[in-house]
Structure formats: structure tokens, C-alpha cells
């Protein structure tokens, strides 16, 4: 029976399914496009039909895992070779007829040399409506009707809750909608200010922004008691009043006049004009006395000098006076061997004697010019060094005299220093004590003052602070007003199931979350296996309206489930029964229809609304490892 009210909604109902070696079974259900109900123990087929139908549309298992076997196994785990593995599902779209197969075969290659079988891959035959495909226009003819992650939301009651939170909350967002600020100030006049505070601003965003700002204004201020604290402590109980305060000012004057008038005295002993000028003599005097004694010491090492070089002269004078003059004669050529003849060697005697003669006489008249010319110098010095050594002494005795003579003076002038220095600090401990006992007040009084300005910034922030406040209790009610209406508007859609999408926090604020419920009770924890089924076939009523398809809804242990709440959707169930040992169906009338569904939205089209379709979701398993859970 098609209980599809609405053209827009696409009804995809299955007629017959029919396996072939799928997980070890082989096995045909013929549906006829109607509610039905199927008993059967364990291991008698349940879970293969599920996963045959996910198979066919997202290559799949019902859980939504490529990691499962297709193949039948052997009592020891392993795949049995040389089997075809088909799924076809017969189906109704819209009263049209669909027939999809799928088959899943081994690839065995004949070896040129050996000649025997060897295995060499897989490979999956597409089929729609009789004519065989390749696998992208299979995936295509079948995405068109349903995209692959939509098909687990509908054809399971848990598929939607085993989603994580971030994504069940992102469907809901896209099937319900989110809701505007104009809608939160329109049911909430009170909160007109929020977009003239906001601006541009996202309203959670800047609510983190004002909380930092009134965390650093609250430190500051804190900072700033505590030193308005420290400063009052500083302010003394008793502090002189204003006409205490200028006598002691008038008196502080007269002192610091006294003492510099006795500066001026101590410094005019220092600069009369017979002690300068003595004292200018004086180091004149010594001046000249140093330069005098170091020309002596200069005058005496020269002197010392010429003594030694004209006692040098005079010994090689000596030395060079006694010279003789010796002769070797060389009878025989040293060239050629022959004698060299007398008269000769007789020539060559009298050249070489004239030779030592002249060099004689010139060394000699060389040694008697330097001794002259060193004697004269030494004659100059030792002249030079009486007249500077007569003059050193009389020098010194001008010193030693003017020395004496300014020590007269300034013994007197320090007597008199003394005492006026002594004058000068009885003035100026008596001006301390004075100006300690005004500084004092000086000091409270600035602390006073200072005192005022820490008060005028504390107030200063706790306004901020206030005002920070304020701010954040506007945004948070405009956020809890945003949360409720968002939170209305997504159960409107839902007769049974209700969802938690927000919840406050222990230190203040909000964190997104979703959460289903059952009248209070949370799906993940406490609420009983009938009631999430019924909860989650209402969800698949809502999910179905947004996408615009209904799929066949598999429901396992129906046993457990009092009543199912009415759907459009073909529901086939399934009864534990430990005597069917292999499944046993009936017809199911007891699925009330749920009426008219208007699409929340456009028709569901491949690629558009809800999740977007993932070339990893749709592809077709490479290989099919382990063997997906049961029912």
C-alpha cells in the first residue's frame, strides 16, 4: 500500500530481494512494496537482508562500514573460492519500477606456461533495470534517488543518534533552520539594544571578548584598592594646619639666608687678593724649583758623558800614535809563478809606508778635533751647571720664605673658617629638623592627594566593571532567548523526539551540544530499546520530509516495541522467534500511515540539501574484509 500523500516526496519502496552467497546466504523476500513482519532466531537472515539492501545502494553495510565480507566462509574463517555473490533489489519509485543487481565475482587467469587457474582480483557486475552499467552510472542511477550518507538515516532507527553530536546538530540546523537575531528581538523586545552593541560582531564571540575585558578591569581594580590601601596607611593621624605650616616655611627662609651669607664669608677667606698672589708665587717658585733640579740632573749626566768620551779619545789617541808600520814582501807572482823583480817590491815598500804614514797623521788630527771640540762642550756645561745651581739655591730660599709666609696667613684664615663653618652647621641641622618636620607634611599631603586620585580610578572601574556586566548579562539573555526559540523551532518538526542544543555552563555561558530526548529522558543513557526505536522512527518522519525520499525502515527485535508511531515509510521488522529457524514472513497492518508530508524543503536531489555528497562515501569498497555486527 503506498501511503505517499505528497508528489514531491519520493516513495522508494522494495518489491523482492533476493541474494546469492551474500554472507553465506541465499535467500529471495518478497516484500511487494508493503509493510512487513518476519520472524526468525538468530542467524536466520536478519542482519543479511539489511546489509543486502545497504549493499545495493552504498556498497556498504547497514552500520555504514566498507569492512565487511561478502563471501561465503568456512568453518575455519576463511573465503570459499570460486562463488558468485549477488544482491538484487526490486523496487518501486514512485510506482515506477527499479530492478539493481550487483555481483561480486572472483578473477582467475590462466597461466601461459603451466597452464593452471590462478587467482588475480575481483571484479563487481552493475545491472539496473536488466541492462548491465558501468559502476559510476550505477552509483549515479542510484544517487539520484538517495545519496549513499542520507541512506543509514533512514532505513535504521539508531542511524541518526549513532551520528556524532556536531553532525546529528548540523542536520538538524539544516532540516529545522537556525534562527536570526531579527526573529530572537522580535519575540524579545527587551533585547533591541543587542545589535547596536554587537555590530558586526558574533554575539557568542564577543560575549568571550567582554568576559576577558571585565576579568583584566576586575584584576585592575583590585590592583588599584590595594595601593589606595598602602597609601592611606601612609597618611598620618596628626599633620600641622596651614598657619603652622607658613611659620615654619618664614623660619625655614631665614635659616637657609643665614647659611649662605656664612658661605659667602668662609668662601671670600679663600679669595683675598695678597693670599692669591702669594699663592700664585708659591707655586711658581716651586715650579721653577722642579724645572731647575730637572735641568741639573740633565746638565750632570752630560757632563758625565763628555768626561768618559774624552777619556776614550785620549786612549785611542794613545793607541794610534803607537802604531808601527809593518811590510810583508811577496817575492813571486801569485798569478803566473814568476819572481817579481827587485826594484819592484822596493816601489811597492815606499807606496805602502807614505799610505800608513798619511792615514796615521789623519786619525791622530781627527782624535785631536774631537777632544777639542768635547772639552769645549764640557767647559760650557760645567759653567752652565754653577750659574742654574746658584740660581736653584737662591730659588729655593724664596720658597722656603714665601712658603712660611703663607702658612701665617692661612693658619689665620682657617681659625676664622672654623669657626664660621662651625656657625654654618649649628644653621643647617637646625634648618634639617625644620625642613623635615614641613617635608612630613608635604609628604602626608601628597599621600592624601594620591589617595583621592586611586579612589576616583577604583570608582572609575567599578563602573567599567558594571558596565562590562551589564553587557554580558544582555548577551547572554539575548543568547539563552537565541537557544530557546532555536530549540522550539527544531522540535516543532518532532511529535516524540525533542533535542537539547545547548547547555550552560558551571562558570557561566553556553556550549553547543544535541542531545536527544524522550519526555526528559536522554536517548544515550536511560532511555529503553522500544522507546528509541519509536523515537527514532519519528526522527527518520522528520528526516524524510527534509530530504524528500521515504526508504524502507528496518526494525529489529519488534518485540520489544508496544506500538511504532505512524510513518509513510515501508517498515519491515523482524521478530526473534527461537522456532523459526530460517524467516518466516507475515503482513503488518498495524502501521498506521502518517498522512500528508509536505517537504521541509526542495525535492532531494544528488548533491543538494542536507550532507553533501563524499566521493568517499559513494565510492565501491576495494575489497570486503570482516563481516559487519548482527542483529
Given at each position: 500500500?503506498?501511503?505517499?500523500?505528497?508528489?514531491?516526496?519520493?516513495?522508494?519502496r522494495?518489491?523482492?530481494?533476493?541474494?546469492?552467497?551474500?554472507?553465506?546466504?541465499?535467500?529471495t523476500?518478497?516484500?511487494?512494496?508493503?509493510?512487513?513482519?518476519?520472524?526468525?532466531?538468530?542467524?536466520?537472515?536478519?542482519?543479511?537482508a539489511?546489509?543486502?539492501?545497504?549493499?545495493?545502494?552504498?556498497?556498504?553495510?547497514?552500520?555504514?562500514?566498507?569492512?565487511?565480507?561478502?563471501?561465503?566462509?568456512?568453518?575455519?574463517?576463511?573465503?570459499?573460492?570460486?562463488?558468485?555473490?549477488?544482491?538484487?533489489?526490486?523496487?518501486?519509485?514512485?510506482?515506477?519500477?527499479?530492478v539493481?543487481?550487483?555481483?561480486?565475482?572472483?578473477?582467475?587467469?590462466?597461466?601461459?606456461?603451466?597452464?593452471?587457474?590462478?587467482?588475480?582480483?575481483?571484479?563487481?557486475?552493475?545491472?539496473?533495470?536488466?541492462?548491465?552499467?558501468?559502476?559510476?552510472?550505477?552509483?549515479?542511477?542510484?544517487?539520484r534517488?538517495?545519496?549513499?550518507?542520507?541512506?543509514?538515516?533512514?532505513?535504521?532507527?539508531?542511524?541518526?543518534?549513532?551520528?556524532?553530536?556536531?553532525?546529528?546538530?548540523?542536520?538538524?540546523?539544516?532540516?529545522?533552520?537556525?534562527?536570526?537575531?531579527?526573529?530572537?528581538?522580535?519575540?524579545?523586545p527587551?533585547?533591541?539594544?543587542?545589535?547596536?552593541?554587537?555590530?558586526?560582531?558574533?554575539?557568542?564571540e564577543?560575549?568571550?571578548?567582554?568576559?576577558?575585558?571585565?576579568?583584566?578591569?576586575?584584576?585592575?581594580?583590585?590592583?588599584?584598592?590595594?595601593?589606595?590601601?598602602?597609601?592611606c596607611?601612609k597618611?598620618?593621624?596628626?599633620?600641622?594646619?596651614d598657619?603652622?605650616?607658613?611659620?615654619?616655611?618664614?623660619s625655614?627662609?631665614?635659616i637657609d639666608?643665614?647659611?649662605?651669607?656664612?658661605?659667602?664669608?668662609?668662601?671670600?677667606?679663600?679669595?683675598?687678593?695678597?693670599?692669591?698672589?702669594?699663592?700664585?708665587?708659591?707655586r711658581?717658585?716651586?715650579?721653577?724649583?722642579?724645572?731647575?733640579?730637572?735641568?741639573?740632573?740633565?746638565?750632570?749626566?752630560?757632563?758625565?758623558?763628555?768626561?768618559?768620551k774624552?777619556?776614550?779619545?785620549?786612549?785611542?789617541?794613545?793607541e794610534?800614535d803607537?802604531?808601527?808600520?809593518?811590510?810583508?814582501?811577496?817575492?813571486?807572482?801569485?798569478?803566473?809563478?814568476?819572481?817579481?823583480p827587485?826594484n819592484?817590491?822596493?816601489e811597492?815598500?815606499?807606496?805602502?809606508?807614505?799610505?800608513?804614514?798619511?792615514?796615521k797623521?789623519?786619525?791622530?788630527?781627527?782624535?785631536?778635533?774631537?777632544?777639542r771640540?768635547?772639552?769645549?762642550?764640557?767647559?760650557?756645561?760645567?759653567?752652565?751647571?754653577?750659574?742654574?745651581?746658584?740660581?736653584?739655591q737662591?730659588?729655593?730660599?724664596?720658597?722656603?720664605?714665601?712658603?712660611?709666609?703663607?702658612?701665617?696667613?692661612?693658619d689665620?684664615c682657617?681659625?676664622?673658617?672654623k669657626m664660621?663653618?662651625?656657625?654654618?652647621?649649628a644653621?643647617?641641622?637646625?634648618?634639617?629638623?625644620?625642613?623635615?618636620k614641613?617635608?612630613?607634611?608635604?609628604?602626608?599631603?601628597?599621600?592624601?592627594?594620591?589617595?583621592?586620585?586611586?579612589?576616583?580610578?577604583?570608582?572609575?572601574?567599578?563602573?567599567?566593571?558594571?558596565?562590562l556586566?551589564?553587557?554580558?548579562?544582555?548577551?547572554?539573555?539575548?543568547?539563552?532567548a537565541?537557544?530557546?526559540?532555536?530549540?522550539?523551532?527544531?522540535?516543532?518538526?518532532?511529535?516524540?523526539?525533542?533535542?537539547?542544543l545547548?547547555?550552560?555552563?558551571?562558570?557561566?555561558?553556553?556550549?553547543?551540544?544535541?542531545?536527544?530526548?524522550?519526555?526528559?529522558?536522554?536517548?544515550?543513557?536511560?532511555?529503553?530499546?522500544?522507546?528509541?526505536?519509536?523515537?527514532g522512527?519519528d526522527?527518520?518522519?522528520?528526516?524524510?520530509?527534509?530530504?524528500?525520499?521515504?526508504?524502507?525502515?528496518?526494525?529489529?527485535?519488534?518485540?520489544?516495541?508496544?506500538?511504532?508511531?505512524p510513518?509513510?515509510?515501508?517498515?519491515?521488522s523482524?521478530?526473534?522467534?527461537?522456532?523459526?529457524?530460517?524467516l518466516?514472513?507475515?503482513?503488518?497492518?498495524?502501521?498506521?500511515?502518517?498522512?500528508?508530508?509536505?517537504?521541509l524543503?526542495?525535492p532531494?536531489?544528488?548533491?543538494?540539501?542536507?550532507?553533501?555528497?563524499?566521493?568517499?562515501?559513494?565510492?565501491?569498497?576495494?575489497?570486503?574484509?570482516?563481516?559487519?555486527?548482527?542483529?
Amino acid at each position: 500500500m503506498n501511503n505517499r500523500k505528497n508528489e514531491n516526496i519520493r516513495d522508494i519502496r522494495l518489491i523482492r530481494l533476493t541474494t546469492e552467497n551474500f554472507k553465506g546466504r541465499t535467500m529471495t523476500l518478497e516484500l511487494e512494496g508493503q509493510n512487513k513482519v518476519f520472524y526468525g532466531c538468530n542467524a536466520s537472515g536478519k542482519t543479511t537482508a539489511v546489509d543486502a539492501l545497504a549493499y545495493l545502494f552504498t556498497g556498504r553495510d547497514s552500520a555504514g562500514s566498507s569492512q565487511f565480507i561478502i563471501k561465503t566462509l568456512d568453518r575455519e574463517g576463511q573465503p570459499l573460492s570460486g562463488r558468485e555473490h549477488t544482491v538484487e533489489g526490486e523496487f518501486q519509485v514512485n510506482g515506477e519500477p527499479l530492478v539493481v543487481r550487483k555481483t561480486h565475482r572472483e578473477i582467475w587467469r590462466k597461466e601461459p606456461d603451466t597452464g593452471r587457474q590462478v587467482f588475480s582480483g575481483h571484479d563487481t557486475e552493475y545491472v539496473v533495470n536488466g541492462v548491465s552499467t558501468t559502476m559510476t552510472d550505477y552509483q549515479k542511477t542510484l544517487h539520484r534517488l538517495v545519496p549513499a550518507e542520507v541512506l543509514p538515516l533512514l532505513i535504521n532507527p539508531a542511524g541518526f543518534n549513532e551520528l556524532h553530536w556536531k553532525e546529528r546538530r548540523r542536520i538538524l540546523l539544516a532540516c529545522c533552520g537556525d534562527i536570526t537575531d531579527e526573529e530572537v528581538i522580535a519575540a524579545n523586545p527587551d533585547l533591541a539594544e543587542v545589535p547596536e552593541l554587537l555590530g558586526d560582531r558574533d554575539s557568542e564571540e564577543y560575549t568571550k571578548v567582554l568576559k576577558t575585558r571585565l576579568s583584566l578591569t576586575e584584576k585592575k581594580k583590585d590592583d588599584v584598592k590595594t595601593r589606595h590601601e598602602e597609601t592611606c596607611r601612609k597618611i598620618p593621624a596628626e599633620m600641622l594646619s596651614d598657619p603652622e605650616a607658613e611659620g615654619i616655611k618664614k623660619s625655614l627662609a631665614a635659616i637657609d639666608t643665614q647659611i649662605r651669607k656664612v658661605r659667602e664669608i668662609i668662601a671670600s677667606l679663600g679669595g683675598d687678593e695678597l693670599l692669591a698672589e702669594l699663592r700664585r708665587d708659591w707655586r711658581q717658585a716651586q715650579e721653577k724649583v722642579l724645572i731647575l733640579t730637572r735641568l741639573a740632573k740633565d746638565r750632570h749626566s752630560k757632563i758625565e758623558e763628555l768626561i768618559s768620551k774624552m777619556e776614550n779619545l785620549r786612549r785611542k789617541w794613545a793607541e794610534t800614535d803607537k802604531m808601527v808600520f809593518t811590510f810583508t814582501d811577496i817575492c813571486t807572482c801569485p798569478l803566473c809563478g814568476q819572481l817579481i823583480p827587485e826594484n819592484m817590491r822596493l816601489e811597492t815598500r815606499e807606496k805602502a809606508l807614505a799610505q800608513f804614514e798619511a792615514d796615521k797623521a789623519q786619525k791622530l788630527a781627527d782624535i785631536t778635533r774631537d777632544g777639542r771640540e768635547a772639552g769645549n762642550d764640557l767647559e760650557y756645561l760645567t759653567t752652565a751647571q754653577q750659574e742654574e745651581g746658584k740660581e736653584l739655591q737662591e730659588t729655593e730660599a724664596d720658597l722656603e720664605t714665601l712658603q712660611q709666609y703663607l702658612k701665617d696667613m692661612e693658619d689665620g684664615c682657617l681659625q676664622e673658617a672654623k669657626m664660621l663653618q662651625e656657625q654654618l652647621d649649628a644653621l643647617t641641622a637646625k634648618g634639617d629638623v625644620i625642613r623635615e618636620k614641613l617635608a612630613y607634611t608635604v609628604a602626608a599631603e601628597l599621600a592624601r592627594e594620591r589617595a583621592e586620585e586611586l579612589m576616583e580610578e577604583r570608582n572609575s572601574l567599578a563602573a567599567e566593571c558594571q558596565a562590562l556586566e551589564a553587557q554580558i548579562r544582555l548577551l547572554e539573555r539575548f543568547t539563552r532567548a537565541r537557544m530557546q526559540l532555536l530549540q522550539e523551532r527544531v522540535n516543532r518538526h518532532f511529535t516524540m523526539a525533542r533535542f537539547r542544543l545547548f547547555e550552560e555552563q558551571v562558570k557561566g555561558g553556553f556550549a553547543d551540544c544535541c542531545e536527544t530526548l524522550y519526555e526528559g529522558v536522554p536517548y544515550g543513557t536511560n532511555l529503553n530499546d522500544g522507546h528509541r526505536v519509536q523515537v527514532g522512527v519519528d526522527i527518520i518522519n522528520t528526516l524524510s520530509r527534509h530530504y524528500g525520499v521515504t526508504l524502507p525502515l528496518f526494525i529489529d527485535r519488534r518485540e520489544s516495541i508496544d506500538d511504532l508511531p505512524p510513518t509513510n515509510a515501508q517498515v519491515i521488522s523482524f521478530f526473534n522467534s527461537r522456532k523459526d529457524t530460517s524467516l518466516r514472513m507475515e503482513a503488518d497492518h498495524t502501521i498506521e500511515p502518517l498522512g500528508e508530508m509536505e517537504p521541509l524543503g526542495e525535492p532531494l536531489e544528488a548533491g543538494r540539501r542536507g550532507v553533501p555528497l563524499s566521493p568517499e562515501l559513494i565510492a565501491e569498497p576495494a575489497a570486503m574484509p570482516v563481516a559487519g555486527p548482527g542483529f
